[in-house]
């Protein structure tokens, strides 16, 4: 859904992918049980009290919820799902030594996901920037992450949607160009990822929610000599749309630590 704020033009743009197949009681946090088996000892899930930061751009107010259209959607999807192709390709340049990326053979494809919206869309609308420690939920054991503050103030063009898609474009586009310019921008083109959900803020604050998250002891994706070679590994084959990436079955893959200093699913 499309989220407008009224203070000052601020825009808050709700961004989200679907999901499957979501348990009746996904969207339950805060039992005990429940953060105990999602979020480590002594962190505060999001939706459960967790600190609040001050912040420069607060909502006074907010305005009717308008639906997201399937065009929204597919926009956005394509454009993750076309930056994440070109990586895979192993003909993209990027990061601060300008080098060439290794090809991919199990990039999966991104779909849309309810409960990270879900997640991300409550964070944005409490219009402060949140301290977040815990972000994961039952379904989506280690959730990652990203958040931008943008500088500007006001709104640059009319508000419709031909103007949030340039406002999408003009916030995203940094982040994959630069590989390095956000929090943990390697989320975006991880082997695992394949949900995203996000809010956008307009000049303000933008919230990127991933179904999976990078760890320093792990590897990024898959490397190879041929793209979505090794689709087999999800149970996939290589998408049509994106010749560099494998389709996406709905089936979530849940994280499994190797290091008994990074205990299994807690967020």
Not at 11 to 30: Q, T
Not at 145 to 164: L, W
């Amino acid at each position: 859904m499309l989220i407008l704020a009224t203070m000052k033009n601020v825009i808050l743009i709700a961004i989200f992918l679907l999901s499957v197949n979501v348990m009746v009681d996904a969207y339950e946090y805060c039992k005990d049980e429940t953060l105990k088996k999602i979020c480590r000892p002594g962190k505060m899930h999001l939706e459960c009290g967790a600190p609040e930061l001050s912040t420069d751009y607060e909502c006074q107010r907010m305005a009717p919820l308008l639906p997201i259209t399937k065009k929204v959607k597919r926009f956005l999807l394509d454009l993750h799902n076309g930056w994440r192709d070109k990586v895979a390709s192993g003909n993209e340049i990027g990061g601060k030594e300008g080098k060439t990326f290794q090809i991919a053979t199990r990039m999966r494809e991104l779909i849309w996901d309810n409960e990270l919206n879900f997640l991300a869309s409550n964070q944005v609308k409490r219009g402060k920037q949140f301290k977040v420690d815990c972000v994961a939920s039952k379904r989506l054991n280690f959730v990652s992450q990203i958040t931008v503050r943008s500088p500007h103030e006001g709104f640059k063009g009319k508000q419709d949607i031909a103007s949030v898609f340039d406002v999408m474009l003009e916030i995203l586009m940094p982040a994959y160009e630069t590989k390095s310019s956000v929090p943990d921008p390697t989320a975006m083109a991880a082997n695992c990822t394949s949900q995203p959900g996000r809010y956008y803020r307009y000049c303000n604050y933008f919230v990127c929610n991933y179904d999976f998250d990078n760890k320093p002891f792990e590897i990024i994706y898959q490397p190879g000599t041929e793209a979505a070679s090794d689709c087999a590994h999800w149970g996939a084959q290589p998408s049509k749309q994106w010749p560099h990436l494998c389709t996406n079955t709905g089936e979530i893959f849940k994280y499994v630590s190797i290091s008994p200093d990074h205990p299994f699913g807690l967020g």
